[in-house]
C-alpha cells in the first residue's frame, strides 16, 4: 500500500518562529489533507489540498502532486499550534485515507 | 449535528468484556469511518462505509472486531472478548459524499482502557 512520510519527526520553537513541515508519499493520490490533533486528542482539519497552495491565516500548504510532496507552512507560531500534525492521503481507487507519520510541534512562550 | 460525535469518551473494560462504542456521524453524511489509534502512533484504518454498505472491513485486526451502521446513519463499533492490545483511542469521522474527493471530519474518539 501506499506509504506516506512525514519530516521532521519532532519540532520545537519559540513563539514567533516559523516553520515547514513536509509530507512525501509513495504513489498517486486524489486526495492529500493536513489535520492538527491537539493535546486533547481531536483532530482537526487544517486543508484540503490535492494540488495547489491555499492560505488560512497564519498557514498555509502547498502539494505538488507529480512530484509526490505538500508542505504545510505556519508562520509566527503561537503556543496554541503545539500538538501533532498529520498528513493523510487517499490514493486512486480506494477510499482508504492513510496516515502519515506525524510531526509533533511545541511551542513554548 | 454540527459535528461528529462520538460516546462514551471513555471506557473501561475488564479483559474479556463486550464493548460497544457509538458514532453519530453529520446529519447528511454518506461516509463513515472508523479509525484506531494507539498512544503515540497515527490513526489506523479499521473499516468504512457508504450510507449502510461496509464496503472495507480490511483493517480490523481480528473477528472480535464487528462494525455495523444498519440505517445508514449511526454506526456501532463492537469488540468482543477485549483484550489488552485493544487499548486504543478508536476514532470516528464522516464525509459528505464519497471520500476520494471530500474533506473528512473526526469526531472526539472513544478512550478504550482494557484491564
Known amino acids: 500500500g501506499i506509504q506516506v512520510e512525514q519530516s521532521p519527526p519532532d519540532l520545537i520553537l519559540q513563539e514567533g518562529a516559523n516553520s515547514t513541515l513536509r509530507c512525501n508519499f509513495s504513489?498517486?493520490?486524489?486526495?492529500l489533507q493536513w489535520f492538527h490533533q491537539n493535546p486533547w486528542g481531536q483532530l482537526i482539519n487544517l486543508f484540503y489540498i490535492p494540488s495547489g497552495t491555499k492560505q488560512n491565516g497564519r498557514l498555509s500548504a502547498t502539494t505538488v502532486a507529480t512530484e509526490r510532496y505538500s508542505l504545510l507552512y505556519i508562520s509566527s507560531s503561537q503556543t496554541t499550534d503545539s500538538g501533532v500534525y498529520f498528513c493523510?492521503?487517499?490514493?486512486?481507487?480506494?477510499?482508504?485515507?492513510?496516515f502519515g507519520t506525524g510531526t509533533r510541534l511545541q511551542v513554548f512562550p | 449535528g454540527a459535528g461528529v460525535s462520538q460516546s462514551p469518551r471513555y471506557k473501561v473494560a475488564k479483559r474479556g468484556q463486550d464493548v460497544a462504542l457509538r458514532c453519530d456521524p453529520i446529519?447528511?453524511?454518506?461516509?463513515l469511518f472508523w479509525y484506531q489509534q494507539a498512544l503515540g502512533q497515527g490513526p489506523e484504518f479499521l473499516t468504512y462505509f457508504q450510507n449502510e454498505a461496509q464496503l472495507d472491513k480490511s483493517g480490523l485486526p481480528s473477528d472480535r472486531f464487528f462494525a455495523e451502521r444498519p440505517e445508514g446513519s449511526v454506526s456501532t463499533l463492537k469488540i468482543q472478548r477485549t483484550q489488552q492490545e485493544d487499548s486504543a483511542v478508536y476514532l470516528c469521522a464522516s464525509s459528505l459524499r464519497l471520500a476520494g474527493n471530500e474533506k473528512l471530519f473526526f469526531g472526539s474518539g472513544t478512550q478504550l482502557s482494557v484491564l
Open positions: 504513489d498517486s493520490v486524489n486526495n
Open positions: 446529519s447528511g453524511h454518506v461516509s
Open positions: 493523510a492521503v487517499i490514493s486512486y481507487n480506494t477510499d482508504k485515507l492513510i
